[in-house]
């Protein structure tokens, strides 16, 4: 692995990317199973806002087109304090802002398809997880097959 490659636990992100910001919100954040609030802009120009449930924050980013995809959020329920939105996936132009578990589940396909003009899309950081099809992880090693 070369140098510049930040490691954060089996997270791999190859290149420092001013556009990509990683979120992450401490050890004792699980983001899975659950409810998603996202928010969509759709051809007329409004933006739209649904609530979700879904397996993963990837199960609800596959749901719908990703260039209309503004925001995805985990709702986390709180006994005492109600209901918080945890942001896993923003887009504003070619700027993103990732949740760790988003990007560990992100493969090649789901970027090029409708998000290649955005930080996401880096050809050093496929080579750098040996990313060599569309199924590979795009932010995570990918094992060589013999």
Excluded at 16 to 24: F, P
Aim: proline share 1%.
């Amino acid at each position: 692995m070369e140098k510049n490659n930040k490691v954060m636990n089996d997270l791999i992100i190859a290149s420092n990317n001013r556009d990509l910001s990683v979120l992450d919100y401490g050890p004792g954040f699980e983001c899975g199973e659950g409810s998603y609030r996202v928010i969509t802009k759709c051809q007329a120009g409004f933006t739209i806002s649904s609530v979700v449930e879904a397996k993963s924050p990837i199960a609800a980013f596959r749901r719908y087109k990703a260039k209309a995809i503004l925001s995805i959020a985990f709702i986390k329920k709180s006994s005492s304090l109600g209901e918080h939105d945890f942001t896993v996936f923003a887009r504003s132009g070619k700027k993103i802002w990732a949740y760790t578990d988003f990007l560990r589940e992100v493969t090649v396909g789901d970027i090029n398809q409708d998000l290649s003009k955005t930080a996401l899309y880096n050809q050093n950081q496929y080579q750098a997880v040996k990313a060599k099809f569309w199924a590979c992880k795009a932010y995570v090693m990918n094992e060589e097959k013999n």
